[in-house]
């Protein structure tokens, strides 16, 4: 995945709970590039609580070194980056890890700036693999390096992510945390969104109401 992390997450993490590292140029992706709004899927029975479609990734977009490496990886950087497609590596947590093995093509996610100084959702990516071994396990220069990991049978996972556009407006950290505490009062699409439940997942899983919600944000002026 391009460079970035995030900040370290629970005690079953090693190091930084999800994170990239500046991504080598890929060369199998082979979704195209959608300028226009990511389609909806129909509607679950469940009036869409339903789990597994929609996702959150989180990426650092400003310079910080972690063992000489800048982790710093922005959804700018993923629009340059050839195909504008990235592998996402990096991710040390093994529930992040586990829900990028539930990722399916074309699935997707937004794009979200984390430790930074204007942290939000940036924009929108899809899913072009689905989890295969991450590279960075095995490489002592890496600052995600995992000598416990072994070839034969690799600890992490990544897929990869293509740019599909950006928000038509940033959605800022703060707005959404003022929708997350209003909905938990009124039972709204955010009550229990994970940015707010499950902090340091660098990786999470959204119900369709809340992309849904999030992408109504868009057209509104922000309160």
């Known amino acids: 995945m391009p460079r970035a992390r995030r900040r370290p997450a629970g005690p079953d993490m090693k190091g930084p709970e999800g994170k990239r590292s500046k991504t080598k140029n890929l060369g199998g ?6 300028s226009s709004s990511l389609q909806r899927t129909p509607a679950s029975e469940d009036g869409g609580e339903a789990l597994g479609s929609y996702w959150l990734m989180k990426s ?22 050839p195909r504008q497609t990235t592998c996402w590596d990096g991710v040390r947590n093994y529930q992040a890890r586990n829900f990028l093995r539930a990722m399916r093509l074309d699935e997707e996610a937004f794009f979200y700036h984390s430790n930074c100084r204007a942290p939000g959702i940036a924009g929108l990516v899809k899913i072009v693999k689905e989890a295969y071994p991450d590279h960075t396990q095995f490489e002592k220069n890496s600052p995600h390096y995992d000598s416990s990991s072994k070839e034969d049978n690799p ?8 740019f ?3 928000m038509k407006r940033f959605i800022p950290l ?5 929708h997350h505490q209003a909905h938990k009062a009124s039972g709204g699409p955010l009550k229990n969104m ?3 439940t499950h902090q ?5 899983r959204l119900t ?14 922000p309160s």
Do not use: T
């Open 29 to 34: 992706a082979s979704a195209q590039v959608e």
């Open 60 to 81: 650092e977009p400003e310079s910080r070194l972690e063992k000489g490496v800048d982790v710093k990886f922005s959804i700018e950087d993923l629009q340059a980056q």
């Open 155 to 162: 600890k992490w996972s990544m897929v990869d992510v293509q």
């Open 164 to 166: 599909v556009r950006m």
């Open 174 to 178: 703060a707005e959404l945390r003022a």
């Open 194 to 196: 994970a940015l707010f």
């Open 200 to 204: 340091r997942l660098s990786v999470q």
């Open 208 to 221: 369709r109401e809340e992309f849904d919600f999030i992408l109504s944000l868009e057209e509104k002026e």
